[in-house]
């Protein structure tokens, strides 16, 4: 079956630099677009990032754009999101999900393009 986990998180300083992963199996890695998503307790799961399945286009969320950078590396089927400057409401659950390429890459900011999620990597950054 398909499992995407992710890892990488953790708690940092507000200013720091994170590196998530998403490791991809039980899918064909190279016919997906990828996306990181976040979620807190107080908000509805909002999109990140996103990229193509060859990596060729990306697409980031305003709050997020210059700080973080989304990037593939399909031989080792794993996503990646670069995480720099973090701020304090950057605090959230993680996911990353897979969704079946063929539309334009700024649709796939809506949950339902995707068919398979990760179960999550809790970040923590303090101010």
């Known amino acids: 079956q398909v499992q995407l986990v992710e890892s990488g998180g953790g708690l940092v300083q507000a200013g720091g630099s994170l590196r998530l992963s998403c490791a991809a199996s039980g899918l064909t890695f190279g016919d997906y677009t990828m996306g990181w998503f976040r979620q807190t307790a107080e908000k509805e799961r909002e999109f990140v990032a996103a990229?193509?399945?060859?990596?060729?286009?990306?697409y980031y969320a305003d709050s997020v754009k210059g700080r973080f950078t989304i990037s593939r590396d399909n031989a080792k089927n794993t996503v990646y999101l670069q995480m720099n400057s973090l701020k304090a409401e950057d605090t959230a659950v993680y996911y990353c999900?897979?969704?079946?390429?063929?539309?334009?890459?700024?649709?796939?900011?809506?949950?339902?393009?995707?068919?398979?999620w990760g179960q999550g990597t809790q970040v923590t950054v303090s101010s």
């Open positions: 990229i193509s399945w060859s990596g060729g286009t990306t």
């Open positions: 999900a897979a969704g079946p390429s063929g539309f334009s890459i700024s649709d796939y900011v809506r949950l339902g393009k995707y068919d398979y």
